[in-house]
């Protein structure tokens, strides 16, 4: 809800500049520098003027995609940008390679080619032409914006030489053109996107596995497809921690290692959200049967120095394991129904505040089981979809009316392990904190969870 308000902002943002008379100059033969989409770099793209369609992304039927493999200090890659729309018929992009620490420094150099040059932020307007002097960000494009056939979609390859030196992590920032060849700005779909890469991986410790719990109630039970989180040592370095961003995510599937640790679980890869030292968030992967299920933790997956854990057992793997995310451990995460308020008391969460009795509220839960249409580990569903199995609420003792649950599926643009229920509370109910049950199936949500009432 806060992005769709944002959203909302920006519009109102662009019909304003839409009325302020732009200079026409020749972008198709290259665009201005720091127009990737990058937060470090303003965080605008092409829709500053390209505007038919903004904001950038709005249009889910076209994409840009940058594919680019970790990285070997010092050794040349060569990066793809792929733009495309099955109604565009003429091409444009922008790339920029940041370190991760600091992403307001630029990491390696691009080399231009027939199809791309490589322009340096000199302050200027249209920046200047590679190579960069030192500090200057710099950005591979399109310099003669290419036509194909209605549809065919277009690949930018640039070549990209990292530095000498293992600088951690790397992201491209990418924005790409989807044009109608019309020779002006409108009519076009821009693209934004980001793509982490890392250098080698060097963990030097063999993990072990202590615990492996529901990622929401840190209790028992867990199920296929189900968020969970491991625990353990030697997972990273003492005092690391990575939390899954934007760039890990590669056509619309969360990554199956992540810091250098993958997690298998009866020898299947699970999708990874949060990598630190002891303890590690995963969603299960689609597993066959129940009761007892081996996990494994690897360190530097599939490299020469690879790490394998001791196999572990866990013998709590259930049909359906339902939990509420909690922000204390009783307290549900919950909002109200546009997301504009944080359903706790202000104890919990500092501004946040209780429910009336009667309001819609959305919370936050795993373990919910399969979902029509249905979803592999790693997804991020981009639409609505329903828990396949009968789901049933108590607050404070009283049933809510099925009528009154309003939704039970997964949460749209997220992984598909975490659910949402939106549902309206009872019209009655005492002043605090109300018990609230969830039934899935006919099983009941692991913990004890409340939610604070206030008439
Ligand atoms: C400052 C305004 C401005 C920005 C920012 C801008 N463009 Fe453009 N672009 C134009 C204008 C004006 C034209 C039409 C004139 C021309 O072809 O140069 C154009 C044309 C194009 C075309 C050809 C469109 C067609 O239908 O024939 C492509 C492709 C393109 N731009 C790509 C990009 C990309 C990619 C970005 C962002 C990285 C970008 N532009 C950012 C102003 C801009």
Redesign the pocket.
Same mark, same amino acid.
């Given at each position: 809800m806060l992005r769709s308000t944002l959203t909302m902002k920006k519009r109102v943002l662009l019909a304003v500049l839409g009325a302020t008379p732009?200079?026409?100059?020749?972008?198709? @033969?290259? /665009? /201005?520098p720091k127009? @990737?989409g990058a937060a470090v770099d303003g965080g605008? %793209?092409? @829709?500053?003027?390209?505007r038919t369609y903004a904001p950038a992304n709005s249009d889910p039927i076209g994409s840009v995609r940058i594919d680019a493999s970790n990285y070997v200090p010092g050794v040349k890659q060569t990066i793809h940008v792929t733009?495309s729309h099955p109604q565009a018929?003429?091409?444009? #992009?922008?790339l920029s390679a940041r370190l991760a620490g600091d992403d307001s420094k630029i990491a390696g150099n691009f080399a231009p080619n027939d199809v791309a040059r490589v322009i340096c932020d000199d302050g200027s307007?249209r920046g200047s032409l590679a190579p960069c002097p030192a500090g200057q960000p710099e950005?591979a494009?399109?310099f003669d914006?290419p036509?194909t056939d209605v549809g065919a979609g277009f690949t930018f390859s640039v070549d990209w030489t990292p530095p000498p030196t293992n600088v951690g992590d790397v992201i491209f920032y990418a924005? *790409? %053109?989807a044009? %109608? *060849? !019309?020779? @002006? #700005? %409108?009519? !076009?779909r821009?693209y934004t996107t980001v793509r982490r890469i890392s250098p080698p991986c060097g963990l030097t410790q063999k993990p072990a596995i202590t615990g492996a719990l529901n990622g929401a109630s840190f209790q028992g039970p867990w199920s296929s497809g189900s968020l969970m989180s491991v625990f353990g040592s030697n997972f990273g370095t003492t005092g690391s921690n990575r939390v899954i961003s934007a760039g890990d995510v590669v056509a619309d599937k969360f990554p199956q290692s992540l810091a250098c640790i993958a997690v298998t679980i009866n020898g299947q890869n699970a999708p990874i959200t949060y990598v630190q030292q002891n303890q590690i968030n995963l969603q299960a992967p689609a597993l066959a049967g129940v009761g007892a299920a081996s996990i494994v933790v690897i360190a530097n997956p599939g490299a020469p120095n690879e790490l394998r854990s001791d196999p572990f057992t866990v013998t709590t793997q259930q049909a359906l394991a339902p939990a509420i995310f909690t922000f204390n451990g009783n307290s549900i995460a919950a909002t109200s129904a546009d997301g504009s308020k944080i359903i706790a008391n202000a104890s919990v969460v500092p501004g946040g505040v209780p429910a009336r009795p009667g309001d819609i509220i959305v919370f936050y839960a795993t373990g919910m089981g399969t979902t029509n249409p249905g979803f592999t580990p790693g997804d991020i569903p981009l639409a609505a979809a329903q828990v396949s199995s009968p789901v049933a609420i108590t607050v404070g003792g009283v049933s809510v009316p099925p009528a009154d649950i309003l939704y039970a599926g997964v949460s749209p643009q997220s992984i598909c392990g975490l659910y949402q229920v939106n549902f309206k509370l009872p019209a009655s109910l005492p002043d605090g904190d109300a018990a609230i049950v969830l039934n899935v199936g006919g099983t009941a949500a692991a913990g004890r969870t409340t939610v604070p009432i206030k008439n």
């Open positions: 732009i200079v026409l100059m020749g972008y198709s @033969t290259g /665009p /201005p127009r @990737t605008v %793209n092409c @829709t500053l003027c390209h733009v018929q003429r091409w444009g #992009f922008q307007a950005f494009e399109h914006a036509r924005a *790409g %053109n044009a %109608n *060849g !019309d020779g @002006t #700005f %409108n009519g !076009d821009i």
